[in-house]
């Protein structure tokens, strides 16, 4: 894959700046479960927390950054071979907000110029959205294609509202892959689903929806649910390590060793005019302070994403009215490192999630209400 035949539309169409500087990432991961697919319960997973491939960078190919000096406030237990997050804080997202540790990290690569990057992917929004994208793709209604992404959260809510049966009958009908001579038949249970759990929406985001469902019947085929593996939602993750290798191609690219990922990676072709790039290496995270700083970033962020998921909007304005001083701390330093980070470039931030979700962000780290 030629990184330029992608990496200019995405460039354009979000606004991204300074994609072309050479940067040097440093990645880890939480909850990568490597693969997801249905059973007639549900998923294969007890809990589908939300994927999260983070960690730290900074600007240039090299950096004259003293680690140990971190490392020695930090005081680590002499038992810690190497900093983990499970070193510096445990509990849920509002627990870690609590933690002296995460709030010294922070600070620490604040004053030391570090910045960090996220990718946050919500797996259920992303393994049944395609099921509106499949409608609205073949209808080219403006007012649907203007709605998509409100159309699909709010089609993601009610899915996840009563994720039990939604999930059961996905797995029934073989979803991605539903047979041409059952599509009519997965229609008619999509609008009645649909119609049933609308209450929970407005009036008019209700009606936008199920009036977008039945038109379902209108359409031969569903293009992005059928012709797949069957039951098979996530079959890798690699795609996800690809994007900044692509968008930064001039960057450095250094991962944590995740032997599966490496090696799909590793047989994925990039090139720029025909030249292969490899713009990328797996090291062992124990010889990078970088990583397993990026452990910590994205066993923090990967709690708050989750967090963000499963919270409903009341009791996101109870918990943060209630957070305490020295939580406000470490959230007003978590919103500042993002907010350095996205004025050097908004590219380092890449959200696959619902807009219930990406609103009650804004509002929990910015406080502001929409």
């Known amino acids: ?14 606004g991204l700046q300074n994609t072309d500087e050479i940067y040097t990432f440093y990645y880890d991961e939480t909850n990568n479960i490597r693969k997801l697919y249905l059973k007639d319960s549900g998923f294969n997973v007890n809990k589908a927390d939300n994927f999260t491939l983070a960690g730290i960078l900074h600007k240039g190919a090299s950096a004259d950054i003293d680690y140990s000096t971190l490392l ?10 190497e900093l983990k997050v499970k070193h510096i804080a445990k509990g849920g997202f509002l627990d870690m907000l609590k933690s002296d540790k995460i709030l010294i990290i922070l600070n620490w690569l604040i004053k030391n110029k570090l910045y960090i990057h996220y ?9 049944v959205i395609d099921i509106i994208d499949s409608i609205i793709g073949e209808l080219h209604n403006p007012f649907y294609i203007v709605n998509h992404m409100s159309l699909k959260s709010d089609f993601y809510e009610i899915a996840n509202s009563n994720s039990d049966v939604f999930l059961s009958i996905l797995h029934k009908f073989n979803y991605p892959d539903i047979p041409k001579e059952k599509v009519h038949d997965f229609c008619l249970w999509l609008i009645e689903f649909t119609c049933i759990h609308s209450c929970k929406l407005s009036d008019f985001r209700a009606n936008a929806l199920e009036n977008l469902v039945k038109k379902s019947l209108e359409i031969g085929e569903l293009q992005f649910v059928s012709g797949f593996n069957g039951r098979t939602l996530i079959d890798s993750f690699m795609v996800f ?6 968008l930064f191609k001039n960057s450095i ?4 060793e995740e032997k599966s990922i490496q090696n799909e990676v590793q047989n994925f072709s990039l090139t720029e005019n025909g030249i292969p790039i490899k713009n990328y290496e797996f090291v062992k995270s ?9 452990d910590v970033i994205a066993g923090f962020l990967g709690k708050y994403f989750t967090y963000l998921k499963d919270v409903n909007d009341e009791q996101l304005v109870l918990d943060r009215a209630g957070l305490t001083s020295k939580q406000i701390k470490t959230l007003s330093a978590l919103k500042h490192i993002i907010d350095v980070s996205n004025d050097v470039s908004r590219g380092f931030f890449n959200v696959v999630s619902s807009e219930g979700e990406q609103r009650r962000n804004i509002q929990f780290l910015h406080g502001v209400k929409l």
């Open 286 to 294: 124990h010889n990078s302070e970088a990583v397993q700083l990026s």
């Open 119 to 127: 990718f946050n992917l919500n797996i259920t929004y992303w393994s």
């Open 241 to 246: 390590y690809l994007r900044n290798l692509y």
């Open 72 to 81: 020695n406030i930090l005081n680590l237990q002499k038992s810690a071979h």
């Open 1 to 14: 894959m030629d990184v330029n035949e992608i990496r200019d539309d995405i460039i354009q169409q979000n």
């Open 253 to 256: 690219h250094i991962f944590d």
